[in-house]
């Protein structure tokens, strides 16, 4: 692997772990599957993995094309971005439910709970697609494409994981443990969208009165 694909892919981890939260997914996971068996749990932990990395290489994909078909320009993008995980990272801080009361309720109804609502739009959600839509617009060649899909791929098992030991973690931590650690990822979180915001604006004006930044 070169360095080039490698800093692709741990790029593209970095990034998308704090705005997929795959650690706030686990005591929803445990919820929706209370009634499950540890199979049926493993085997829905699986395949919310699996949905969530064909969903994100989607878009890692056609991310490009997407953005020119609409004429939406990368700034745009961040801007719109950053509101998103903005009001995510506002949920976490708030301790806020990350589903909607109606969504909640319909997993709980639901036998397979892997692509909705766990995958989309729990996990891969608006916040995750955006980073990488705006992480496609920056590829070059077939490695940095390959870096980033490595990402997405190093990130779902990081996810399935989470998942998978997740029974542990709560019993360990608690719910106040993992409302705490939610709390301090929402923080960073917030972080990142006032960035995102900020670069968007700066870059905007930049390119429309470049003269005030002489």
């Known amino acids: 692997m070169t360095p080039a694909i490698l800093n692709y892919a741990i790029g593209t981890l970095a990034a998308l772990f704090p705005i997929a939260n795959p650690i706030g997914a686990v005591p929803i996971f445990y919820s929706l599957t209370a009634a499950d068996s540890r199979a049926d749990r493993r085997q829905q932990a699986r395949r919310t993995t699996i949905a ?61 709970v892997s692509f909705t609502p766990m995958a989309t739009p729990l996990v891969a959600g608006p916040g995750s697609i955006g980073v990488i839509i705006g992480l496609s617009t920056r590829m070059n060649d077939w490695s940095d ?62 390119n429309a009165a470049p003269n005030l930044f002489k």
């Not at 979180?189 to 900020?198: E, F, H, M, N």
Request: include cysteine.
């Open 52 to 112: 969530v990395i064909l969903i994100l290489t989607v878009f890692l994909v056609s991310g490009r094309t997407i953005l020119q078909f609409f004429g939406i320009s990368l700034d745009v993008l961040r801007i719109a971005g950053g509101l998103l995980v903005g009001h995510a990272a506002w949920e976490l801080v708030a301790s806020k439910p990350r589903l909607m009361e109606s969504e909640q309720k319909a997993g709980m109804e639901k036998v397979d």
């Open 145 to 206: 494409y390959l870096g980033c899909a490595i990402g997405i791929g190093l990130f779902g098992a990081l996810l399935y994981i989470c998942l998978i030991l997740g029974e542990s973690l709560l019993s360990l931590l608690g719910r106040n443990g993992m409302g705490a650690i939610n709390r301090i990822l929402g923080f960073f979180i917030l972080a990142i969208a006032v960035q995102l915001i900020a670069d968007g604006v700066l870059s905007l004006l930049h």
